[in-house]
């Protein structure tokens, strides 16, 4: 199993992105997506995570302005950002816990996308 994280870059503080994460591989079914972010001397955060039946948990400092959402039949995973700000600015990794086709668990991280804030 294998995530790609793309969709970063650099954007003017309010200005918005949509990061995309893909899953490929054998996949029998994936239960929790989510997204992480990592800014320089900061540990891995949560930023949102989303179940397979689309229920969603965000981290305070992002509810309002970014929107998590998932395609299952895909095996995608996205996260909608508005009215980012330079505090935003990180590296976003998504992360996909689940079942092989040979119903052995996996929990993976893609590669991460860097998300620039700043004017």
């Known amino acids: 199993v294998q995530l790609q994280a793309s969709g970063g870059g650099l954007v003017q503080p309010g200005g918005s992105l949509r990061l995309s994460c893909a899953a490929s591989g054998s996949i029998f079914r994936i239960n929790v997506m989510g997204w992480y972010r990592q800014a320089p001397g900061n540990e891995r955060e949560l930023v949102a995570v989303i179940s397979s039946s689309g229920s969603t948990n965000y981290a305070d400092s992002v509810k309002g302005r970014f929107t998590i959402s998932r395609d299952n039949a895909k095996n995608m995973m996205y996260l909608q950002m508005n009215s980012l700000k330079p505090e935003d600015t990180a590296v976003y990794y998504c992360?996909?816990?689940?079942?092989?086709?040979?119903?052995?668990?996996?929990?993976?991280w893609g590669q991460g996308t860097q998300v620039t804030v700043s004017s």
């Open positions: 992360n996909a816990v689940g079942f092989t086709a040979s119903l052995q668990r996996f929990d993976y």
